[in-house]
């Protein structure tokens, strides 16, 4: 698969990519979307969720920051999306760690339909049904096939489901990829995750047709920035400010070059 198509996609069509996200990450997920080229807005009140997602390219749901009347315009949120077919990606940021965090994504899944559902390993298998433990929001050791743990959930419900970490797992219906770029000092910035799901949302709202492969592409396009980014930093802090950089000006070249995604 050549990723560039998809990067070349979201600048050129440059969706609006509507959050409902973590408090902790919510600047980093607007400047990555932009960054990328497209348009991030975060409308969070129920009086409007409704209406902005129905204005919206995709939809980027998070629930790192939980609160029961959060989730309640999540819901009006992607009810509109759904009746327009917009993307719905939802981060499933802690599940694992409190039986409340693992209801309200069940509930979500329940009352609407998810084009993606993302996570760590142990966010993955907790909500596919597995006995595990989340810690805090960082993962835990999954003694599972993740990728038959990604599939089967995937079957399930009827959409794509990414697995990120060391390799990043996106399985559905019709196949799976793995993308192995990135870099370590990812898990040393707060946010890669929140940023991950942002991505995923711009790039499906870019190519919606092709939700499993517009995920990989922006997993993919993501990492290999960070690839670029980590070899001009110095730690943390000047990684996110050359992250930022390096997504904007990723070349065809690099992206080609770069991209280690194994269908």
């Not at 047709?209 to 690839?227: H, K, S």
């Amino acid at each position: 698969m050549d990723i560039y198509p998809f990067i070349r996609a979201v600048r050129e069509r440059q969706p609006l990519v509507h959050h409902l996200t973590n408090w902790v990450t919510i600047y980093d997920c607007a400047q990555v979307v932009k960054s990328f080229g497209a348009s991030p807005v975060m409308a969070h009140a129920p009086e409007e969720a409704g209406d902005m997602a129905a204005l919206a390219s995709a939809l980027v749901l998070n629930i790192g920051t939980l609160t029961s009347e959060f989730v309640e315009s999540m819901k009006i949120a992607a009810r509109a999306a759904n009746k327009k077919n917009i993307p719905v990606v939802l981060d499933v940021c802690g599940a694992g760690a409190t039986p409340f965090r693992d209801r309200k994504s069940l509930e979500l899944l329940d009352a609407v339909k998810i084009s993606v559902i993302k996570g760590n390993s142990s966010e993955i298998a907790r909500v596919a049904g597995l006995r595990v433990r989340t810690r805090g929001v960082d993962a835990t050791d999954v003694r599972e096939d993740l990728s038959r743990v990604a599939g089967e959930l995937a079957a399930a419900r009827g959409c794509t489901v990414v697995v990120t970490g060391r390799e990043d797992i996106v399985a559905a219906s019709g196949g799976l990829f793995v993308v192995k770029n990135g870099h370590e000092i990812m898990s040393r910035v707060v946010g890669t995750g929140c940023m991950a799901a942002s991505v995923i949302g711009t790039f499906a709202g870019a190519s919606p047709d092709r939700t499993v492969e517009a995920a990989a592409a922006g997993l993919a396009a993501f990492e290999i920035a960070a690839e670029l980014a980590a070899g001009r930093s110095n730690g943390p802090g000047t990684f996110k400010q050359n992250l930022f950089d390096a997504i904007f000006t990723l070349s065809e070249e690099e992206a080609s070059s770069m991209q280690r995604v194994v269908p």
